[in-house]
T-cell receptor
């Protein structure tokens, strides 16, 4: 059981480049989320999904797109990276139907935009 | 709107000292969940505890204990006889109960704990 897998772990981008942070879970969880962590601000919710085909915005969605075509995958897209998007990104999943509601986090992706 | 405040930005202690990390929250909900996570230098988030708003019993797990006081909207975390391995960033978080709220956590700013040998 791999849990929540994020790739890549480290990435350096130039301003204006695009990229996708991948997130996959193998726990049949319905709910998946993306957070960003910045110094002194804790983790803030970017986007959220309650199931395949359903996404919603969190606290800081600007500059990011998401889609949820399958239950397992929830990629986060940066269409035109900006230095303000330099951060650590965490993917999380939770809620297995009929099971518990523990929230599982990936190991994080460190993104630097220069 | 929900809010979690961890007023202590950084705490430094010497090994074997007891240390308490404060967490104060704001919510209009009557039913909610509170969490503590540990983020060691390696960067991953480690789940420590989940407490629902109906359960005000304090909890002890080894050297860790949690004091939940609904009357003061606080959920404080105490480490007894601290060790160097306790050095980490600790986050308190809040989640609404039910509905589409699974996985939508509101985090505090985090407290950096450094335990010196």
């Amino acid at each position: 059981n791999a849990g929540v897998t994020q790739t890549p772990k480290f990435q350096v981008l130039k301003t204006g480049q695009s990229m996708t942070l991948q997130c996959a879970q193998d726990m049949n969880h319905e709910y998946m989320s993306w957070y960003r962590q910045d110094p002194g601000m804790g983790l803030r919710l970017i986007h959220y999904s309650v199931g395949a085909g359903i996404t919603d915005q969190g606290e800081v969605p600007n500059g990011y797109n998401v889609s949820r075509s399958t239950t397992e995958d929830f990629p986060l897209r940066l269409l035109s990276a900006a230095p303000s998007q330099t951060s650590v990104y965490f993917c999380a999943s939770s809620y297995q139907p009929g099971g518990g509601n523990t929230i599982y986090f990936g190991e994080g992706s460190w993104l630097t935009v220069v | 709107a929900q809010k979690v405040t961890q007023a202590q930005t950084e705490i430094s202690v010497v090994e074997k000292e007891d240390v308490t990390l404060d967490c104060v929250y704001e919510t209009r909900d009557t039913t909610y969940y509170l969490f503590w996570y540990k983020q060691p230098p390696s960067g991953e988030l480690v789940f420590l505890i989940r407490r629902n708003s109906f359960d005000e019993q304090n909890e002890i797990s080894g050297r860790y204990s949690w004091n939940f006081q609904k009357s003061t909207s606080s959920f404080n975390f105490t480490i007894t006889a601290s060790q160097v391995v306790d050095s980490a960033v600790y986050f308190c978080a809040l989640r609404r109960a039910g509905g589409t709220s699974y996985g939508k956590l509101t985090f505090g700013q985090g407290t950096i704990l450094t335990v010196h040998p």
